[in-house]
């Protein structure tokens, strides 16, 4: 006997049961996982109030500092430093345009030539004489010293460094024309200052020119500006000087100045009748003085000419002193003078 057959309504009721179940399910999940989110949610949130209670916190404690700092008012200009400040302004462009027109007339100046130190306008002048000394027996050991003067650029120091040879650079003083002269001094041994003093005619003097008739206070002025330019200088010589040297009270001021700041004046005889060989003595102090000028004449063999002269000065007393100048004839007649220049020993002042 066969079975009867299950209506289909009955399996229809048995699978809307199950989805009706899985539904159920599915909104308690839902529902559990909206719980859950939630919570996390509001413990964030939470977390979040509180930071920004503390921030909140934080600006209202900066905003009372604020309120309770009172800025100190930036002090205003007054009448007088606005015009310092205009001056000081006004100075710099002054100067600025004195050294860029200085630097324009040096560059269209001819070179001023060995004899502006004795006699400017007669070219075929001769230099002054030296002061008469004795003579030696024995010209052994015999010492020269060799003064380049006029030395302002690093142009004039490489020539002269060029030779070879321990020549003595006597520098000019720092002015618009030669701003960097002191500087150049720097770091070099036995040079010297070439220390401007009238001259009876010449009309391209330095700046700052020391005359017969400034007191001493304004030479001793001058004088210490000099050794804080080049604190270690022990001697100058005069570049020109014609009208200065010969003038007795003023050699006297000068020399007793630079006694008492420890230099010694080396005159470089631009005048036959100096006064200061008697001023030296006068004054318990040696006397150094030029002997030779070795370019008074241009020309590669007339400054031979006279370094020959200049050695056989210092074998002939002992000791002698050339001048020279940075120029090219000059700087190429030493190089090739070393032979006979290997007669005498070369030194510097304080070596003589």
Request: aromatic residues 6%; proline residues 6%; glycine residues 4%.
């Amino acid at each position: 006997m066969s079975k009867r057959p299950r209506p289909n309504h009955i399996f229809s009721l048995q699978r809307l049961g199950w989805g009706i179940v899985g539904l159920l399910l599915f909104l308690i999940a839902l529902l559990i996982g909206y719980v859950v989110g939630f919570s996390q949610a509001e413990e964030e949130l939470a977390q979040e109030r509180i930071q920004t209670q503390q921030l909140v916190e934080q600006i209202k404690d900066i905003a009372r500092i604020d309120e309770s700092y009172i800025p100190t008012p930036k002090p205003k200009e007054n009448t007088q430093d606005i015009e310092i400040r205009r001056l000081k302004k006004e100075l710099q462009e002054l100067l600025d345009k004195e050294q860029s027109d200085s630097q324009k007339i040096l560059m269209k100046r001819e070179p001023v030539k060995p004899h502006h130190e004795y006699a400017p306008k007669d070219k075929q002048a001769l230099p002054p004489p030296p002061q008469k000394r004795p003579i030696v027996t024995d010209p052994k050991g015999a010492k020269l010293v060799i003064i380049i003067d006029d030395v302002s650029y690093a142009h004039d120091v490489k020539a002269i460094q060029s030779t070879g040879l321990p020549l003595v650079m006597s520098f000019l003083p720092p002015s618009t024309r030669h701003p960097e002269s002191a500087r150049l001094a720097q770091g070099k041994a036995h040079f010297m200052v070439h220390l401007p003093l009238e001259a009876i005619d010449f009309n391209d003097e330095e700046s700052v020119t020391l005359r017969i008739d400034d007191s001493e206070d304004k030479i001793a002025q001058r004088i210490s500006t000099l050794k804080q330019l080049y604190p270690n200088v022990r001697y100058m010589n005069n570049h020109t000087g014609s009208k200065f040297t010969a003038n007795a009270d003023a050699m006297e001021k000068l020399i007793r100045v630079m006694k008492k700041e420890g230099l010694i004046f080396v005159d470089s005889r631009t005048n036959g009748q100096t006064k200061v060989p008697e001023v030296s003595k006068k004054l318990g102090l040696r006397y150094y003085g030029r002997d030779v000028f070795l370019d008074h004449h241009d020309g590669v063999a007339n400054v031979k000419k006279q370094i020959k002269e200049a050695v056989e000065k210092a074998k002939r007393h002992g000791t002698a002193i050339a001048i020279g100048h940075p120029r090219a004839d000059t700087i190429k007649a030493l190089r090739e003078s070393k032979e006979i220049l290997r007669e005498v020993e070369l030194v510097g002042i304080e070596q003589i």
